[in-house]
Nanobody, 114 residues
Framework: QVQLVESGGGLVQAGGSLRLSCAISSIAFRLFDMAWYRQAPGNQRELVAVIFRTGTTNYTDSVKGRFAISRDNAKSTVNLQMSNLKPEDTGVYYC????????WGQGTQVTVSS
C-alpha cells in the first residue's frame, strides 16, 4: 500500500523559512509527476507546486519566487523549500501526485505568524 509521509512543518514568523519533505513508498516514484498542496482553515485544498518527471517545475502565482520544489528519485522523496513566508501561507501541506491519485497522508502543519 502506498504511503505518503510529510514532515518539516512548524511555527515560523513572517519572513522565515521552512523545508518540507515527503517520503513516498511502494510506487515507481520516478514515473510520476509530483506535487505539493495546501489547505488553509475553511478553504479547499489547493495545488501549490508541481515537479514533473522531467524536473520541470510549476508554481501557483502566490508562491512564485518564494517556494522551490525538488525531488530525489533515488530516495523517492519530494521537497518544498519555502522562503519569505507570509501569514497567508498558513495551512496543512500535503504531497501527492499531480493528479492527486494517491490516498492522502496526514500532512504537515505550517503556521506563519505576523
Amino acid at each position: 500500500q502506498v504511503q505518503l509521509v510529510e514532515s518539516g512543518g512548524g511555527l515560523v514568523q513572517a519572513g522565515g523559512s521552512l523545508r518540507l519533505s515527503c517520503a513516498i513508498s511502494s510506487i515507481a516514484f520516478r514515473l510520476f509527476d509530483m506535487a505539493w498542496y495546501r489547505q488553509a482553515p475553511g478553504n479547499q485544498r489547493e495545488l501549490v507546486a508541481v515537479i514533473f518527471r522531467t524536473g520541470t517545475t510549476n508554481y501557483t502565482d502566490s508562491v512564485k519566487g518564494r517556494f522551490a520544489i525538488s525531488r530525489d528519485n533515488a530516495k523517492s522523496t519530494v521537497n518544498l523549500q519555502m522562503s519569505n513566508l507570509k501569514p497567508e501561507d498558513t495551512g496543512v501541506y500535503y504531497c501527492n501526485t499531480r493528479g492527486a491519485a494517491l490516498a492522502w497522508g496526514q500532512g504537515t502543519q505550517v503556521t506563519v505568524s505576523s
